[in-house]
């Protein structure tokens, strides 16, 4: 079956700081990949994607690039700001069958960005 | 603008009691889901319906009932017969057949039995 496997938490990080959550996957097919961030009381909203090898995604500053031969997926930023404080997970989405498409989640990585 | 509504945002409930959490779509999706959140846990899968008048069960359907009269519309019941309904739900709405896009999510439904 397929599944997702990212660094746990918390990372705190001081302003300005790199960034970098691992995330690793399993798939039997050949997934798309998404990176979502969650706020505090929020919902998921999708930060970026990546639909093929080699694929970089990239929004807010936000990066990762879609390694099929690691099966990895890491989420990167050069310069992290206290607002980017939040959950994060990774989730790759793969045909389960007669176009039914289906997301695996990671368990999430909470991040802290401190002043 | 499209999305997905979720209501109440917090909402109490008595042992005992059965509560109904509401989500909304107005992106003409197909595919419509129901997630928990624990702490810890990240997003468990309770139900999801790719149909109208058709549904699945998740990972973890014990003591929740769905329904999807409308394709708009994916209540989830929590029954009584889940002994620990606290946590955070999300529903979220896809495109079926529609795998690159991944999936829209509402702002969350809080429940806490008191």
């Known amino acids: 079956g397929n599944s997702v496997t990212q660094m746990e938490g918390p990372v705190t990080l001081s302003e300005e700081a790199f960034l970098t959550i691992n995330c690793t996957y399993t798939?039997?097919?050949?997934?798309?990949l998404f990176w979502y961030v969650q706020y505090p009381g929020e919902g998921l909203q999708l930060l970026l994607k990546?639909?093929?090898?080699?694929d970089k995604g990239s929004n807010k500053g936000f990066e990762a690039t879609y390694r099929k031969e690691t099966t990895s997926f890491h989420l990167e930023k050069g310069s992290v700001q206290v607002s980017d404080s939040a959950v994060y997970f990774c989730?790759?989405?793969?045909?389960?069958?007669?176009?039914?498409?289906?997301?695996?989640f990671g368990k999430g990585t909470k991040l802290s960005v401190i002043p | 603008d499209g999305g997905i509504t979720q209501s109440p945002k917090y909402l109490f409930r008595k042992e005992g009691q059965n509560v109904t959490l509401s989500c909304e779509q107005n992106l003409n999706h197909d595919a419509m889901y129901w997630y928990r959140q624990d702490p810890g846990q990240g997003l468990r899968l309770i139900y999801y319906?790719?149909?109208?008048?058709?549904?699945q069960k998740g990972d973890i359907a014990e003591g929740y009932s769905v329904s999807r009269e409308k394709k708009e519309s994916f209540p989830l019941t929590v029954t009584s017969a889940q002994k620990n309904p606290t946590a955070f739900y999300l529903c979220?709405?896809?495109?079926?057949?529609?795998?690159?896009?991944?999936?829209?999510f509402g702002s969350g439904t809080r429940l806490t039995v008191v």
């Open positions: 989730a790759l989405s793969d045909d389960s069958g007669a176009g039914s498409y289906q997301l695996t």
């Open positions: 979220a709405s896809s495109m079926v057949g529609q795998g690159l896009y991944g999936y829209t």
């Open positions: 798939a039997t097919g050949y997934p798309s």
């Open positions: 990546a639909t093929k090898a080699d």
């Open positions: 319906s790719q149909i109208v008048n058709d549904f």
